[in-house]
């Protein structure tokens, strides 16, 4: 059974750098691609990051404009967690952050979310 839990979440105000976890388990954490998403208040869930596995050792990283220059994704395989710090956090950045993962173009699994509020 696959499992994501999201940690790392909290209020902090505009400016500030928040990181997120986000521990995995039931899958083959090396091989999966695993990527961020949010739902903004009152929005349709969003990508955020990625993480995908090319091969080996190998992964591409991916990003929406919206977030490229200030959150930067990064996965720890021994420990099967991915992580996003972000950083210069805006109120729009305010949302439920969650953790999902895939074997192909499509991700199967999510987690539960973290809530990030970003105070102005």
């Known amino acids: 059974q696959v499992q994501l839990v999201e940690s790392g979440g909290g209020l902090v105000q505009a400016g500030d750098s928040l990181e997120l976890s986000c521990a995995a388990s039931g899958l083959t954490f090396r091989t999966t691609n695993l990527a961020w998403f949010r739902q903004r208040p009152g929005e349709e869930r969003e990508f955020v990051a990625a993480s995908r596995w090319r091969g080996g050792l190998a992964y591409n990283v991916e990003y929406a404009d919206s977030v490229r220059g200030r959150f930067s994704v990064s996965r720890y395989n021994a420990k099967n967690t991915l992580y996003v710090e972000m950083n210069s956090l805006q109120p729009e950045d305010t949302a439920v952050y969650y953790c999902?993962?895939?074997?192909?173009?499509?991700?199967?699994?999510w987690g539960q979310g973290t809530q990030v509020t970003v105070s102005s």
């Open positions: 999902v993962a895939g074997s192909g173009a499509e991700y199967d699994f």
